[in-house]
């Protein structure tokens, strides 16, 4: 375990938990993509139309994915709207445009490389610190003037250890803090989006059908 983790002992589950939070996310996107395949699928057979399905890029942003959704959702009103306004009202991908606004990942991946490069900043700078110490002598002459150590060798070694054991307490202590604060700050955004998601997700797939429905209906009237 980390010192990060043992100053922060909540910081593995909160971890936990955006995984799981983030995988919810997938999971109901990848739902949204294969029901708009389905209508993809009825388009082309029964209007001759020649859309081409639409996957959901894992290791995208959200927003990207978005994108690719309202895209296609907007290409496929354009075609109904011909035949009906109505159908093109139901396919409105509203809650894909305000989804595309939030900040979030469908993956920690990007989160585990923010907080990598932010110690990767720390440990150097922890590592410039060191160097001048040892480079101005400060340390080992103090040390030796007082104590009377001759052997410098053997100080050297004693004092960068407890030096990188002191700042890298201090940077694994300011690097758990930050990290808890992002943790928390995305947990928030993941809990507002599911909440609005889920139960939006569900409408859009039933309204995917009810297009379907209906372009099958009327394609029995032509």
């Known amino acids: 375990m980390s010192w990060s983790d043992i100053f922060y002992p909540g910081n593995p589950e909160r971890r936990e938990q955006l995984i799981r939070k983030s995988e ?27 859309f081409s399905n639409i996957t959901l890029d894992e290791k995208a942003d959200v927003k ?13 009103q354009a075609a109904v709207e011909k035949l009906d306004q109505e159908l093109k009202d139901k396919l409105e991908p509203t809650l894909y445009e305000k989804l595309k ?12 490389k ?32 007082k104590y ?17 054991l002191g700042i890298g307490m201090i940077v694994e202590a300011i690097m ?12 928030k955004e993941y809990d507002s989006a599911l909440d609005k998601f ?13 297009v379907m429905a209906d372009i099958k209906r009327m394609k029995k009237k032509l």
Not at 176 to 187: K, M, P, T
Not at 202 to 207: L, T, V
């Open 24 to 50: 919810d996310l997938k999971n109901l996107m990848e739902n949204n993509f294969r029901a708009t395949n389905k209508l993809i699928a009825v388009l082309n057979e029964h209007l001759g139309y020649s």
């Open 64 to 76: 990207h994915n978005c994108d690719i959704l309202i895209m296609r959702i907007h290409e496929i």
């Open 101 to 112: 606004k939030m900040d979030l990942r469908l993956n920690t991946s990007e989160h585990a």
């Open 114 to 145: 923010v907080a990598k490069a932010v110690i990767g900043v720390a440990a150097v700078g922890t590592g410039v610190a060191v160097s001048w110490l040892m480079k101005s002598g400060m340390i080992l002459e103090n040390i030796v003037l």
């Open 148 to 164: 009377g150590l001759l052997t410098s060798t053997f100080v050297a070694n004693v004092v960068i250890g407890v030096v990188f």
């Open 176 to 187: 758990g803090s930050i990290e808890r604060d992002q943790l928390e700050h995305d947990l």
């Open 198 to 210: 889920k139960p939006a997700s569900e409408d859009y797939q039933d309204s995917i059908f009810e």
